[in-house]
């Protein structure tokens, strides 16, 4: 039994705390936390100077929990730690549940995750051994009026047990990342956890998750910006969604600090899981010139960003009179031939072909697209022979392909090739690299590829009990010594291993190992035409690779309502131009956050109009 007494009083009124919430309330108000110690067996009592408990609790308890299962760990040295045996009906078998003795033992037991359960002492008529009678739960109801000495007498009286409960204990998972990997994550877990067992919470910066695959059609205006978008809300049921940027994680305490998006406002989530699922954010590799020069391509607000500022360039070009500026605004620089930059270089010529006839003063033949990659073939990482035929078939479509170009920096007149040529231009869209979030590299745990969390085979992070991993943050072991790549596929496949494995540490059970062989991996070129290896046998190119692109996104794109505005968005797109209205809506506040999180250089007057 866990009683809270006020430190300064010796009053009779003892308050019972039922929940977690109840129990951080109750010693938050300065409460000294005792506890009540037993036998199960009913002939003897030992320690009598304690409040003696029933041994009929299962009679009256079974139906809430199993004895047996009882079991909470709690971290020492622990000052004063007390068990109560709790009797099977045989009243042969017993188990230790862990009870509080201190302010400081309370703290670490909710802290862990547990529920607080209330039980009645009800002396019986022939005076023998209490029972145990479960009482409402209602967090700090006012217990029966019993003195102070009740701890040195035998005495009946209300209190409270505080254990890991299969099926009732309510467990704290808070994930950070709005992304593939922690929404599949959270989805999976409302599946899998019932109500009782744990709360879900996540935390993300956006109110929506981005299908990242369509990002390059959104830059190029084939897509409507809020089509390739869907509000998490709408994707969880139970799940706690907080807007909020996190500021902090302290691993020790098993707490995060979040800072509320719009109201500033900041709160602590304690946690007994944690998963990071923060994903990346673009790197600049601390490159001269290159943060403040060049458009980054990683959210939404980037690729509409840069379809304004290309229409932009179109609108200057066409009343530019001296040739050398006319020549740097109609040659467009993509850096980084990842997916990223080769759909994104394919795509942009889609869009000046579609467009161009709106500006008579600007032949086609003067427009100039660069993908520049400082390897030796684009898509380096995927499949023999999709990076060679990505090179060609944009070659062919008039995109000046340069490998083996390792970018020096930029500035105001164009970019920087190591031992190469500088490319005059106004337009530099960086996808050159990526790093996990900045609150990953504030932690000890950061320390695999470019700064990512290492995380066992099952997602979890070493050392550290309850801290998981998964998505573009984590580094994961994959047989043969390497690591999973950072891709949407694996992410959508690591967040249901991760759910499973969280649901079994909660329940006391085994975790698995995460393991998946990518089907294959597929480039939208443009123009119809893409590039698809699957299986690592079989290679796919042409107008039934591209096809096979947008059949499988779609499908896999989220919501059946954006579905079909996408299926719609690619069926007007057959027929009419793109649209080359240019909306001025964001300010120098919005593209600093941008900056911000990519640990870029930041500019000064925010809240100005962004200049060009």
Known sequence: MIIGVPSETKTDEWRVALTPAGVRELTS????????????????????????????????????????????????????????????????????????????????????????????????????????????????????????????????????????????????????????????????????????????????????????????????????????????????????????????????????????????????????????????????????????????????????????????????????????????????????????GVEAAGEMVDFFRSSLHFYPTIPPDEVEVYLVEGGKKLLPDLQAGMGEYSARALARRGVRVLTNSMVQGADEFGLQIKNGPKIETRTIVWSAGVKPSPVVAALPIGSGRGGAIVVNEDLSVANYPGVWALGDCASIPAPGGTTHPATAQHAIREGPVLAANIAATLRGGATQTFTYDALGMMASLGGRRGVAGIRGRWLLTGFWAWALWRTYYLLRLPGRDRQFRVAFDWSLGLIFPRDIAELRVYTRRAHDSIQQDAGLQCVEDAGQPLER
Request: with cysteine; proline share 4%; aromatic share 6%.
């Open 29 to 340: 108000a300065g409460h000294t936390v005792y506890v009540q110690k037993g036998a199960g067996d009913g002939s003897s009592m030992p320690d009598a100077d304690f409040v003696r408990t029933g041994a009929n609790i299962v009679d009256t308890a079974e139906d809430v929990w199993s004895i047996a299962d009882l079991v909470c760990k709690v971290k020492e040295p622990i000052a004063e730690e007390y068990r109560l045996l709790g009797a099977k009906k045989d009243q042969t078998l017993f188990t230790y549940l862990h009870l509080a003795a201190s302010r400081e033992c309370t703290e670490a037991l909710v802290a862990a995750g547990n529920v607080a359960i209330a039980y009645e002492t009800v002396r019986q008529e022939d005076n023998s051994l209490p029972l145990l009678a479960p009482m409402s739960e209602v967090a700090g109801r006012m217990a029966v009026q019993v003195g102070a000495s009740c701890l040195q007498k035998e005495h009946g009286g209300k209190g409270v047990l505080l254990g890991g409960v299969p099926g009732t204990r309510r467990g704290r998972v808070v994930i950070l990342g709005g992304g593939f990997a922690g929404l599949t994550s959270a989805r999976k877990l409302e599946r899998l956890l019932g109500p009782g067992e744990a709360a879900i919470t996540l935390v993300s910066r956006e109110n929506f998750s981005l299908f990242t695959p369509m990002l390059p059609e959104v830059g190029s205006g084939n897509l409507e910006t809020r089509h390739v978008v869907t509000p998490v809300r709408a994707q969880l049921s139970r799940t706690t969604f907080v807007l909020g940027e996190v500021r902090s994680v302290d691993l020790e305490r098993k707490t995060v600090d979040v800072e509320h998006v719009i109201a500033r406002s900041t709160r602590t989530l304690p946690y007994d899981q944690l998963v990071f699922a923060l994903g990346s954010v673009n790197s600049t590799f601390d490159l001269p010139g290159i943060a403040a020069r060049s458009i980054p391509y990683k959210t939404l607000e980037d690729a509409d960003r840069l379809r304004n500022h290309v229409i932009a360039m179109l609108e200057y070009a066409a009343v530019a009179d001296d040739a050398e500026e006319r020549r740097r605004l109609l040659r467009f620089v993509f850096v980084g031939g990842g997916f990223t």
